[in-house]
């Protein structure tokens, strides 16, 4: 693949994985990171930390990725790197914290499912709902009782690509989730909502191990 563009395989026996970024900054660089000497941009940090210095943002996600639970999942087409979803309790989101359009629907740390990027060539084929369900199992498998997201609401149109790094709310609802509230907060013009999803852990007694699929 050397001197190309990585590209969804042709042929219907396609593998797709979806993998913590634990280990993995190398990957995480190619789906997020900066390319351009000198360039700004986000590195997933808007929502982590958005005084941290674009100089220093790409040391920070590396420490991230260098420790458990790490800071997202990364989904592999073929075992080549194609996405990325930001999955983490919503206590390290430094903005959500703050945020004023966005409310908290109890006191429980909810894991939230902030951020998708998926890789130019791997688009169209469905690799949000592959990287939804695995940040969901990540969260199951570190005690998570709750997963969150705050997608826009759509209907049935689609959404640009830049607007929807948050997702949709059919997405979310595809995958069990359900509305919990309306947000203050808008993404492309359309109004987010929190989208909430339990994994059978009951509020008030001590975090359960990994369990099956919800």
Same mark, same amino acid.
């Given at each position: 693949?050397?001197?190309?563009?990585?590209?969804?395989?042709?042929?219907?026996?396609?593998?797709?994985?979806?993998?913590?970024?634990?280990?993995?900054?190398?990957?995480?660089?190619?789906?997020?990171?900066?390319?351009?000497?000198?360039?700004?941009?986000?590195?997933?940090?808007?929502?982590?930390?958005?005084?941290?210095?674009?100089?220093?943002?790409?040391?920070?996600?590396?420490?991230?990725?260098?420790?458990?639970?790490?800071?997202?999942?990364?989904?592999?087409?073929?075992?080549?790197?194609?996405?990325?979803?930001?999955?983490?309790?919503?206590?390290?989101?430094?903005?959500?914290?703050?945020?004023?359009?966005?409310?908290?629907?109890?006191?429980?740390?909810?894991?939230?499912?902030?951020?998708?990027?998926?890789?130019? +060539?791997? %688009?169209?084929?469905?690799? *949000?709902?592959?990287? &939804?369900?695995?940040?969901?199992?990540?969260? =199951? $498998?570190?005690? /998570?009782?709750?997963?969150?997201?705050?997608?826009?609401?759509?209907?049935?149109?689609?959404?640009?690509?830049?607007?929807?790094?948050?997702?949709?709310?059919?997405?979310?609802?595809?995958?069990?989730?359900?509305?919990?509230?309306?947000?203050?907060?808008?993404? +492309?013009? %359309?109004?987010?909502?929190? *989208?909430?999803?339990? &994994?059978?852990?009951?509020?008030?007694?001590? =975090? $359960?191990?990994? /369990?099956?699929?919800?």
């Amino acid at each position: 693949m050397s001197g190309t563009r990585p590209r969804w395989p042709d042929g219907s026996d396609v593998q797709v994985d979806v993998r913590p970024a634990v280990g993995r900054y190398d990957d995480f660089y190619e789906v997020v990171g900066v390319k351009k000497p000198g360039g700004g941009g986000c590195w997933c940090m808007s929502y982590r930390d958005s005084r941290v210095t674009n100089e220093d943002r790409p040391g920070y996600m590396r420490a991230l990725c260098a420790t458990e639970p790490g800071p997202g999942v990364l989904a592999y087409v073929d075992d080549v790197v194609a996405g990325w979803c930001s999955i983490a309790p919503r206590s390290t989101y430094r903005r959500l914290m703050h945020s004023r359009t966005i409310p908290f629907v109890d006191e429980r740390d909810a894991w939230v499912a902030v951020c998708f990027v998926v890789r130019a +060539g791997f %688009r169209k084929h469905g690799l *949000m709902h592959h990287l &939804l369900a695995g940040a969901v199992e990540h969260a =199951r $498998a570190h005690g /998570a009782e709750v997963v969150e997201g705050y997608p826009a609401d759509t209907g049935p149109d689609r959404v640009d690509v830049i607007s929807g790094y948050v997702g949709t709310v059919r997405m979310f609802e595809q995958a069990g989730f359900e509305r919990a509230a309306e947000t203050a907060g808008v993404s +492309g013009g %359309r109004r987010r909502w929190v *989208m909430r999803k339990e &994994l059978g852990q009951q509020h008030g007694q001590g =975090r $359960a191990g990994p /369990a099956g699929p919800g």
